[in-house]
């Protein structure tokens, strides 16, 4: 790479709980051409994906697992995590009719030993809620985050701003946050993830403010997106890290 070059940018986002309201988000992904991962679980929310809905975001975009019952994972036997981990892959691969990479861990809560167990469960990658600014995944089954497309969690904001710290207007407005983020992402080079979930979205009515997100960060030159699987099978993307 010269010196002029600017650095690599991984740009991913990921989409928790299986809402209908993920349809959605799955449109505007597609409108500014930037790519993400729903997690689902099998059973969770009122108003879930149905099996078909399920089957028509993974034709275009990526499908992973978020347990079968949204547990957390760390608080339930080791059996019972077992079969949560097992149980949501098997459904989602019966489902789909391919392998299913990817899980993120409900409400984040993970340990070593859990993380041992979605290894040992065959899933490639695990994702968290820890934010860990542009950081390329070192630990791929604690993989952390940029930010939360959401305002409801100032704490969560104040730890991403100790790992990448942006203007305070950024604390209470996670579109003003985005956009700060991605203007050092793309002179840093790493990974830029922004996470969260479709209820949210519907229940505070931020359409207007992902659409305008996903409109910023889209067309970027030199800029690679990815769902959160492709960037594990990505060259530099953390393939490297496979056990």
């Not at 991984?10 to 505007?28: C, M, P």
Request: with cysteine; aromatic share 10%; proline share 6%.
């Amino acid at each position: 790479m010269s010196a002029s070059s600017p650095p690599s940018l991984i740009v991913t986002t990921s989409w928790d709980d299986g809402s209908i309201f993920d349809l959605k988000i799955a449109e505007l992904l597609a409108k500014y051409g930037v790519r993400g991962t729903f997690y689902v679980p099998k059973s969770l929310f009122a108003h879930p994906l149905s099996p078909g809905d399920i089957r028509e975001i993974d034709k275009h975009l990526e499908v992973g697992s978020h347990t079968l019952h949204h547990v957390d994972l760390t608080r339930v036997s080791p059996e019972r995590a077992e079969a949560e981990l097992a149980g949501s892959r098997a459904y989602l691969e019966e489902l789909l009719g391919h392998p299913v990479a990817m899980l993120s861990y409900p409400d984040g809560k993970h340990s070593r030993g859990v993380a041992e167990m979605v290894r040992r469960a065959g899933f490639v990658a695990a994702r968290t809620c820890v934010p860990c600014g542009f950081q390329t995944p070192r630990d791929r089954y604690r993989w952390g985050v940029t930010m939360l497309a959401c305002d409801g969690s100032p704490l969560l904001a104040a730890r991403g701003w100790l790992k990448s710290p942006f203007p305070l207007r950024g604390l209470r407005d996670w579109e003003a946050r985005a956009r700060y983020l991605l203007d050092r992402a793309l002179k840093a080079g790493g990974v830029y993830h922004i996470y969260g979930h479709a209820m949210n979205l519907e229940l505070d009515n931020h359409w207007d403010r992902l659409e305008r997100v996903l409109a910023y960060i889209s067309g970027r030159q030199g800029v690679r997106y990815l769902t959160n699987g492709e960037l594990f099978a990505s060259p530099g993307g953390g393939a490297a890290h496979r056990p």
